[in-house]
């Protein structure tokens, strides 16, 4: 099958955030944790929401985590009208104790199988020809 | 100090046609409604002296040519945001001596948003040979959009609620039948509908069909808020500012926690306790009301979060009947955003709504009585912006 050019809206990779995009390459989803608080940060800001220390580092978090949220798109918008039905999820992780929630597509997955709760891992996409790798969410088993 | 209650009123509102598709600028548009709420009034574009527009909309340069077009002479105060809180803004700019009449306006011709834009635009662009760049942290990467965004929530309040889905789809029942009784309505001459004709819908986004979803069309609308000097010389009866808030939080659906729904609540349960505490008004005080409905699950918060029913339960409210004519808070008489027009930018519209009813211009649909009206204009899942007007008459 002849590889088709990505034709989905993708994320300009700022210097600000050059760990985040290092990390997704190197298999880890990293958030800014505060060195001051202990928070952990998404999506990301250049200080704590917590205690506005500017002192955060770039963390990885376990890529694990459980879903918040879910639905089974069926009307998908531009570069995604051709992949429904696809299932977008809101994944909430367990780093605290602001938890993030991080919103993604799965893969890997029936989509009559997802629920609430349902553990979940992230998975990382390379694209072709482009100088960003992206997330995605699959079910930990 | 308590707000400012009865210094300013509504004294001109405007609605332009509601339609799929409107020939003509966004300006233009706008225009049409701004002249249509001085004739309202009965005032003249130069007794304008302060501009507020619509979230998304106009920025300060924009404004500075709506000034020009006013007019061409200095304003004294300007505004942008949601039209509940736009409302209360101007109310108390009006009693702290600012302005004299506040003309909030809005256009949308063309301009379609959602995913029906953004294939056209796919369609009509040449052939992709870079993806697209977004900001970093953009939901469009992830294939995100309204209707599937709502849809998260929908799940989520169904699942964290034991909510069925049938109790939501009571809401499109509802908005239909009352768009049914207004002739300016896009989907009222479609006639009523049933939970099952909801159910039956297309799939959009599951677990939301397409009879749970809001229209894309056109429309223009405008409100003018003056002073209560300029208000005894107007053409109707001034329709008072009791009482409002606003509340603004979330950052455009890239950062979310899971207190979404929580004891203390979240911009809409601010805004509110503001709103009627600021008009010294009870919920039981209101005889009808309009609020932000962009689909089922917004409308059950709303009325949660607003303190019309406890937290977990405007799933069962609204399956009860409570919402339509002739129910306890009949809301969104206009057929609201699902069967009335949901132009872009549409929270002007539930202003206009409860101000022609609490005037007695509503015919079939007209609340008897009605004296105290509360408004509601939200964004974002009723965490985000937020808006409230507790509006009255004499």
């Known amino acids: ?141 | 100090m308590g707000f400012p209650q009865r210094k300013a009123a509504i004294v001109g509102v405007y609605n332009t046609k509601q339609a799929r598709m409107i020939e003509g600028s966004s300006w233009t548009l706008a225009l049409e409604a701004i002249q249509g709420a001085l004739d309202d009034a009965g005032l003249k574009h130069s007794d304008i002296d302060g501009l507020s527009s619509m979230m998304y909309d106009a920025s300060l340069t924009a404004q500075q040519m709506w000034v020009e077009q006013l007019g061409g002479r200095p304003m004294t105060y300007t505004s942008h945001g949601i039209a509940g809180a736009l409302v209360t803004k101007a109310a108390a700019a009006i009693a702290a001596g600012l302005t004299n009449v506040v003309c909030i306006y809005f256009g949308n011709a063309g301009m379609r948003a959602g995913p029906s834009k953004q294939r056209a635009a796919a369609e009509a662009a040449p052939v992709v040979r870079k993806a697209p760049r977004v900001p970093d942290w953009d939901f469009n990467i992830h294939g995100a959009y309204m209707s599937a965004w709502y849809a998260l929530w929908t799940r989520r309040y169904m699942d964290q609620f034991n909510a069925p889905y049938e109790n939501l789809a009571e809401y499109p029942v509802i908005a239909r039948y009352h768009a049914t009784l207004n002739p300016a309505s896009i989907m009222g001459e479609r006639g009523e509908i049933t939970v099952q004709d909801v159910i039956d819908s297309p799939m959009i986004s599951s677990p939301l069909h397409r009879l749970d979803c809001s229209l894309d069309n056109d429309g223009g609308y405008a409100i003018l808020v003056a002073s209560a000097e300029v208000a005894k010389n107007c053409r109707k009866e001034p329709i008072w500012v009791l009482g409002g808030g606003e509340g603004i939080y979330t950052d455009f659906y890239m950062s979310f926690t899971n207190d979404w729904i929580n004891d203390n609540g979240q911009s809409v349960r601010k805004a509110s306790e503001m709103a009627f505490a600021g008009a010294g008004v009870t919920r039981d005080d209101i005889d009808v009301a309009a609020m932000y409905d962009c689909f089922p699950v917004t409308m059950a918060r709303n009325i949660e979060e607003m303190g019309f029913c406890s937290v977990g339960e405007g799933h069962e409210y609204i399956k009860e009947g409570h919402l339509k004519l002739g129910g306890k808070l009949p809301t969104n008489t206009d057929g609201g955003l699902l069967s009335h027009s949901h132009c872009g930018n549409p929270s002007g519209m539930h202003v206009v709504e409860v101000v022609k009813q609490l005037r007695g211009e509503c015919d079939a649909r007209q609340v008897k009585d009605a004296k105290i009206g509360a408004v509601l204009s939200q964004g974002y899942a009723v965490h985000g912006v937020a808006g409230v007007a507790i509006l009255g008459k004499d």
């Open chain 1, 1 to 141: 099958m002849t590889e088709q050019p990505y034709n989905k809206p993708l994320p300009q990779r700022l210097p600000e955030n050059e760990e985040f995009w290092e990390g997704l390459e190197a298999g880890e989803f990293r958030v800014p944790k505060c060195n001051n608080c202990g928070y952990w940060h998404w999506i990301p800001y250049p200080a704590c929401r917590n205690c506005l220390s500017t002192d955060q580092t770039w963390t990885a978090t376990s890529g694990k985590g459980t879903v918040f949220s879910y639905t089974v798109v069926h009307r998908g918008p531009g570069g995604f009208r051709d992949d429904v039905p696809y299932v977008l999820a809101m994944v909430e992780f367990p780093e605290g104790p602001r938890n993030p929630i991080v919103l993604g597509t799965m893969v890997d997955v029936d989509p009559d199988a997802v629920h609430t709760g349902m553990p979940v891992k992230v998975v990382y996409e390379e694209i072709p020809g482009e100088d960003v790798t992206i997330w995605h969410f699959a079910p930990d088993n």
